[in-house]
């Protein structure tokens, strides 16, 4: 198995500009996870789908996050318009079943740098 | 929300040598489970482990629920275990990710 897919690996952008980032999750996971790491807050969840249906977005910051998830097989987060704040690394994760009660899988992370 | 405090947040080691990290948590938790995260930034799941204990190769980790708390030892540690290692909780559909503790091995 490919694992879970991000792409880009770094994405180095003007503030104002529109971000997106993709991820495929593993082939037969049902949920779906965006994180956000930094090092002033760790890891946050921003984000869950489970079967393309968004469940939890709590943890989105703004109105300028969205997150889509048109089918099994790929997720986008878009952040529009960007600032320097939201500068971080961005996780994708899956997992096989409903909910957070399952072992995560998360893939390599987008390194995000807004100037 | 549920808190998650990892201890300690540094530890160097000596190749070779044995460690314990522990994870305390504030309430029961549905699940726990232990990240490695390598210099490269990459998050690699250890254990699944809402309680009881499991092993798997030099690493094993042991969760007492009921004390809320888990710990993962590493035995005969090598420079590729270098890197930050997470738990993480869950109750009620709130996960947290504990700071971290970084280990460094030295050859």
């Known amino acids: 198995d490919a694992g879970v897919i991000q792409s880009p690996r770094h994405e180095v952008t003007e503030m104002g500009q529109e971000v997106t980032l993709r991820c495929k999750p593993i082939?037969?996971?049902?949920?779906l996870f965006w994180y956000r790491q930094t090092m002033m807050r760790g890891l946050e969840l921003l984000i869950y789908?489970?079967?393309?249906?968004?469940?939890?977005d709590s943890g989105m910051p703004e109105d300028r996050f969205s997150a889509k998830m048109p089918n099994a097989s790929f997720s986008t987060l878009k952040i529009q318009p960007s600032e320097p704040r939201d500068s971080a690394v961005y996780f994708c994760?899956?997992?096989?079943?409903?909910?957070?009660?399952?072992?995560?899988?998360f893939g390599s992370g987008t390194q995000l740098s807004v100037l | 929300g549920i808190q998650v405090e990892q201890s300690p947040p540094d530890l160097i080691l000596q190749e070779g040598a044995n460690s314990t990290l522990r994870c305390n948590f504030s309430?029961?938790?549905?699940?726990l489970q232990w990240f490695h995260q390598n210099p490269w930034g990459q998050l690699i799941n250890l254990f699944y482990?809402?309680?009881g204990t499991k092993q798997n190769g030099r690493l094993s980790a042991t969760t007492v629920a009921t004390e809320r708390y888990s710990l993962l030892y590493i035995s005969s540690s090598q420079t590729t275990d270098s890197g930050v290692y997470f738990c993480?909780?869950?109750?009620?559909?709130?996960?947290?990710f504990g700071a971290g503790t970084r280990l460094t091995v030295k050859p």
């Open positions: 482990i809402p309680s």
């Open positions: 993480a909780v869950v109750l009620n559909n709130d996960m947290r």
């Open positions: 789908f489970n079967n393309n249906v968004p469940i939890d």
């Open positions: 082939s037969g996971h049902n949920s």
């Open positions: 994760a899956s997992s096989r079943d409903q909910g957070l009660n399952e072992k995560l899988f």
């Open positions: 309430d029961s938790v549905n699940n």
